[in-house]
């Protein structure tokens, strides 16, 4: 289902993946610094968690400004929260590299705001911790105030989050956290001798069996 979520004097193009029975929990999914929505992890994810009774709503916000990716994201979730054809009982914000850094600022600023616990929980897929060749320069600052349940799913070779160092910030969130490293998966997730879907269905499984052990209800 296409819709048009209205921000600021534009509008965000979005797309609901609805699962056959009505969804108790819902997750946003957003692109990272390149793409958009139909990105094909995205696309792959959002069907495989709406197969298994989870309304996934992904949006496109182009752009390499953070705080204004952080706002756009900050209206998707009002939009879902305020829908009146869907009541969901909680969200998790789901999202790829500078989505996942949009994703995390969200939730550090409306815990501050108000905390209703309506978000329930951030997975970040290649979270982007420090430029290519700059690792004493880390952008954990969102993380380390996070307090719902954090998923991280990376590679191992990704030359933006270098194990050792997520590792690390890892140890010093207060959050409860969990990674799954994708062996010798770049920052794209691609790994050399593997086929893309083969990739995704073990993104896709470690995602939803996470989401399983985060929820008070029984998912398909």
């Excluded at 390499?64 to 929260?81: D, Q, S």
Aim: hydrophobic letters at 40%; one cysteine or more; glycine letters at 6%.
């Amino acid at each position: 289902v296409k819709v048009k979520i209205p921000f600021g004097n534009k509008y965000l193009d979005a797309i609901f993946s609805v699962p056959e029975k009505k969804p108790i929990y819902g997750v946003i999914l957003t692109h990272g610094a390149g793409g958009d929505m139909n990105f094909p992890q995205l696309v792959s994810l959002a069907t495989c968690l709406a197969s298994h009774g989870v309304l996934c709503l992904r949006f496109t916000c182009r752009g390499l400004n953070l705080a204004y990716r952080t706002k756009a994201f900050k209206t998707v979730v009002e939009y879902l929260k305020r829908s009146d054809d869907y009541q969901l009982s909680g969200i998790f914000l789901a999202a790829r590299s500078m989505g996942s850094r949009a994703a995390a600022s969200v939730i550090h600023q409306m815990s501050q705001d108000y905390d209703d616990g309506f978000i329930q929980g951030l997975v970040c897929l290649s979270y982007p911790l420090h430029r290519p060749t700059l690792q004493s320069k880390l952008r954990d600052e969102d993380l380390l105030l996070v307090r719902c349940p954090v998923l991280f799913v990376s590679g191992s070779e990704d030359k933006m989050c270098e194990k050792q160092l997520l590792e690390d910030v890892m140890s010093k969130m207060k959050a409860p956290k969990k990674i799954h490293w994708i062996d010798k998966a770049n920052h794209g997730l691609a790994v050399k001798g593997r086929t893309t879907d083969d990739v995704m269905e073990e993104i896709n499984g470690q995602v939803f069996s996470w989401l399983k052990e985060n929820v008070q209800v029984e998912l398909e």
